[in-house]
C-alpha cells in the first residue's frame, strides 16, 4: 500500500506577497509538506535531547568526546566526499541576507563563496522568507537588478564565471514557521520550509549552472542531528530525481557539544560534507548557555576581550582544522564583521590592520578560507589567503598533525587572562537594544558601531549579562567596586534609551521599537530561567 498524500500546507495570517506563487507552488509546498511529515517528529526529539544534554552538564560541568564514538574517530579510513570544483577553492566567503541589494553585491564582491543567509542576519518576517527565496531564484536565472530609490545608482549582476557560488543557510531546527502549518495546525520548521524551497526550485537549476545546492548548516549540536540532515538530502534529492551526492553541506560548528563531535558530524555527513565552519559569537553563546550555572570558572569576560587567541579558542579552531583536513573537508575561519566608514579613514586603517592579522593568522593556521561582512573586506582577507595558497585551490593537505586538543581545553576558560567590566556591560547592553530594535523591524544583519551585528552577537550580549548578574560579578568602575545586579543593568538599559532617544529625535525615537526592544532584552537577560533562544520570545513579538 502507498504511503498516505501528505496533508496541505496552509499559509495562515500572512499578507500575500507580490510574486509570492512562484515560490508557494502546489508542488513546492507538496514537497515541503512531505519534509514535515517525514522529518519533524525526529526533529523534535532532537531538541528534547538538547534539554536531557544540557541538564546533564548543569549536574556535572564538564564535557568529554563520546566513548561510544570512539570507533569512528580512530578509524584513519574514511574521508568526505571529494568538492565539487564549484566548491574547491572558498578563500574568501561573504555572509549577508537575501534581499534584492545584498544578493547582487555579494555576488558580484569578488568572493569565491557567498552565505545567502535565511538564518541569523535575516529576520524570519513572512516577507523576508518568501521574497528571499524569489531574488534566489532570480539570481539563478539572470533576471535580478536594483536600483537604490535614494541614491539613484543601479546595480546588475557580472558575468556568470564572476560571481560567487551560493552557500544557502536556512533556519535552525529550533525555529518554527507560524505562517505555514499542516492540517494539524503544527507549524513546519523554519529548516524544511528554507530548505525545501529553495531545493525544490534551485537544484537542477544550479546544476545546470555547473553548480548545486549548497547549505550552511547553523546551531548544530550533536551528530545525531547531523544525520538527520542528512537523512533530509537523500530524502530531498531521491524525490526531485537529483543524483545522490549533488548535496553539499558546511556544517558551523558554533555550539560547544558540537566541538567534541566534529568528526563524527563529518562522518554522518560524509557523503554531502564540504568542511565546518569556525563561528565565533554564537559559540561563545553556547558555553554562556551549557555552562552557565558552573561557577566562577566559565564566566566569560567582555565579548571583545574573548579574541581567536585565547587558550580556549585556539584550542576550538586548530582541532578544527586538524579535523577538517584528516577527512578531506574544507575548514572555513571566523568572521571579520568591521564596516569601513565612509567618514574616518584613521578608524579603517585600525581595523583593517586587524582584519589583516585575524586572516593571516587563520590562513597560517591552515583554515582553507574565511568570512567577511562587507565587500571591502574582500580583498584584505583575499591577500591574507593568496600569500599562503598562492595558485592552490585550498589546503586540506596540511593535515596539523602536531595539535593535540584534550577535552579539558575546550573549557578552559579560565585559561584566559581578563574580567568582565563595566564598560562591557554598557556595551552588551547598547548592542543588545539596537539589535533587538532592528530585527522587530524585520533587519538582520544591523550595522552598530561600525560592527556588522547579528543574532549571534545579540545572544552573547544577553547571555554575557544574565551570566554575570547570576555569577555575582562585581566591576570596577569609577574608582570603586559596582556589583552585577538586575537593579544596575535596569539603570545602564534606561540609561541607553535616553541616549537613544537623544541621538535620534523624538520622532524617529517614536516610531522605532527602543522601549519594546528594552523590554525583551531585560526580561531575556533578568528572568531567572534562561530563555534558550533569544529569536524565541522575539519571534512572538515580530510583525509580519
Known amino acids: 500500500m502507498s504511503a498516505p498524500a501528505p496533508s496541505p500546507l496552509a499559509i495562515v495570517d500572512a499578507e500575500p506577497l507580490p510574486r509570492q506563487e512562484e515560490v508557494l507552488t502546489d508542488a513546492a509546498l507538496a514537497f515541503v509538506a512531505e519534509l514535515h511529515r517525514q522529518f519533524t517528529p525526529r526533529r523534535d526529539e532532537l531538541l528534547a535531547r538538547r534539554a536531557e544534554r544540557r541538564a546533564e552538564i548543569a549536574r556535572t560541568s564538564t564535557l568529554d568526546f563520546l566513548p561510544e564514538t570512539a570507533a569512528i574517530r580512530a578509524d584513519d579510513s574514511w574521508k568526505v566526499a571529494p568538492a ?20 547582487i553585491n555579494a555576488l558580484n564582491s569578488g ?6 543567509d535565511f538564518e541569523d542576519a535575516s529576520a524570519p518576517t513572512w516577507e523576508n522568507v518568501v521574497v528571499g527565496q524569489l531574488n ?10 536594483f536600483t537604490d530609490p ?26 518554527s514557521e507560524r505562517h505555514l502549518v499542516d492540517a494539524d495546525g503544527t507549524p513546519v520548521p523554519g529548516a524544511l520550509v528554507d530548505f525545501g524551497l529553495y531545493f525544490f526550485h534551485n537544484a537542477q537549476r544550479l546544476l545546470d549552472l ?17 544525520r538527520l540532515w542528512n537523512d533530509v538530502f537523500v530524502f530531498a534529492q531521491d524525490y526531485l530525481g537529483i543524483p545522490q551526492g549533488t548535496v553539499r553541506a558546511t556544517v558551523l560548528i558554533e555550539t560547544i557539544t558540537a566541538a567534541y563531535e566534529m568528526e563524527e558530524i563529518l562522518y554522518e555527513l560524509r557523503d554531502h560534507a564540504s568542511g565546518l565552519n569556525a563561528g565565533r559569537w554564537d559559540y561563545l553563546f553556547s558555553i554562556v548557555k551549557n555552562f552557565r550555572d558552573g561557577g566562577a570558572k566559565f564566566v566569560l569576560p567582555d565579548r571583545n576581550a574573548v579574541t581567536m587567541t585565547a587558550p580556549f579558542m585556539r584550542a576550538y579552531t586548530e582541532l578544527l582544522v586538524r579535523t577538517c583536513h584528516k577527512r578531506g573537508a574544507h575548514a572555513i575561519g571566523g568572521m571579520a564583521a568591521f564596516i569601513p566608514s565612509r567618514r574616518d579613514e584613521e578608524v579603517n586603517k585600525v581595523a583593517f590592520e586587524k ?23 574582500v580583498p584584505i582577507a583575499m591577500a591574507s589567503f593568496d600569500a599562503v595558497l598562492g595558485e592552490r ?72 549579562i544574565w551570566q554575570w548578574i547570576n555569577a555575582g560579578v562585581v566591576f570596577e568602575h569609577d574608582g570603586k567596586t559596582v556589583a ?61
Open 210 to 226: 555547473d553548480k548545486g545546492p549548497y547549505f550552511y548548516l547553523p546551531k548544530t549540536e550533536s551528530h545525531l542531528e547531523a
Open 393 to 464: 585551490p585550498n589546503q586540506k593537505d596540511r593535515l596539523r598533525e602536531d595539535v593535540s586538543v584534550a577535552a579539558g581545553d575546550l573549557i578552559a576558560i579560565d585559561s584566559l587572562d581578563a574580567r568582565p567590566t563595566y564598560e562591557g556591560l554598557v556595551n552588551a547592553v547598547q548592542v543588545g537594544i539596537r539589535y533587538i530594535e532592528a530585527w522587530l523591524r524585520g533587519l538582520g544583519a544591523v550595522a552598530i558601531f561600525n560592527l556588522m551585528e547579528d543574532a549571534a552577537t545579540a545572544e552573547i550580549s544577553r547571555s554575557q
Open 84 to 103: 565539487p570544483a564549484a566548491l574547491n577553492d572558498r578563500r574568501v566567503e561573504i555572509t549577508g541576507p537575501t534581499d534584492r541589494k545584498m544578493t
Open 484 to 544: 552585577a545586579t538586575p537593579e544596575l543593568a535596569r539603570r545602564v538599559a534606561a540609561e541607553e534609551l535616553a541616549r537613544i532617544r537623544a541621538e535620534i529625535g523624538e520622532e524617529a525615537f517614536a516610531a522605532g521599537n527602543w522601549q519594546q526592544a528594552h523590554d525583551l532584552l531585560l526580561q531575556v537577560s533578568l528572568d531567572e530561567d534562561y530563555a534558550d533562544f533569544l529569536t524565541l520570545p522575539a519571534y512572538e513579538q515580530l510583525k509580519g
Open 136 to 145: 534566489l531564484i532570480a539570481a539563478y536565472t539572470r533576471a535580478i537588478d
Open 111 to 116: 568572493a569565491r563563496v557567498w552565505l545567502a
Open 355 to 377: 582584519v589583516k592579522a585575524d586572516k593571516d593568522r587563520e590562513a597560517g593556521d591552515g583554515f582553507d578560507g574565511s568570512w567577511v561582512a562587507h565587500p571591502d573586506l
Open 150 to 175: 535614494t541614491s539613484g545608482k543601479s546595480y546588475a549582476l557580472k558575468a556568470n564565471e564572476d560571481l560567487a557560488t551560493v552557500v544557502m543557510r536556512p533556519r535552525g531546527w529550533h525555529l
